[in-house]
């Protein structure tokens, strides 16, 4: 089940958040996400990605590192408008191809554009954190 959260700018007229709702329910996509996007949606996504790549004290929201996932949010720019479309689409470009030696730096730009204070990445997670990380929030078998 998907659930969407739309956001009207006046009553009789669709804001931009409803636009994209109607734009990614009529796009095939390779799975259901929780919400449509918004700008601040978009980069909470791609911010939450990253947390499956890089260590930190903290860290809120999980959403997977995996192909699918990175092919869906290249959908979403494919068909909205993003304030940051060029810096996205060349951060999810990067990882499709397998490279997310980026994860702290990206982490760290959308954490600090938030006013974050706690949570700040410190280094690349290793391979192990990082499994164990996707068993703690994605296998929960």
């Known amino acids: 089940m998907t659930v969407v959260f739309i956001s009207f ?3 009789n007229e669709k804001s931009k958040d409803a636009e994209i709702a109607e734009k ?5 996509v390779v799975e259901s996400l ?5 700008d601040e949606g978009f980069e909470r996504r791609v911010h939450e990605m990253t947390h499956q790549k890089v260590y930190a004290e903290s860290k809120w929201g999980a959403f997977e590192m995996k192909e699918e996932n ?3 949010l290249l959908k979403v720019l494919d068909e909205t408008e993003m304030e940051n479309e060029e810096s996205y ?3 999810l470009t990067t990882w499709k191809k397998g490279d997310f030696s980026n994860s702290v730096e990206v982490h760290n730009r959308i954490w600090s554009s ?3 204070d706690i949570g700040e990445a410190e280094r690349l997670a290793t391979p192990e954190e990082e ?11």
């Not at 990614?24 to 095939?28: D, M, Q, R, V």
């Open 9 to 11: 700018d006046k009553a």
């Open 24 to 28: 990614i329910e009529s796009a095939e």
């Open 34 to 38: 929780p919400y449509v996007y918004s």
């Open 70 to 72: 990175i092919d869906m």
């Open 89 to 91: 689409r060349e951060i």
């Open 114 to 116: 938030n006013e974050g």
């Open 131 to 141: 499994r164990i990380y996707v068993e703690e929030n994605f296998r929960m078998d």
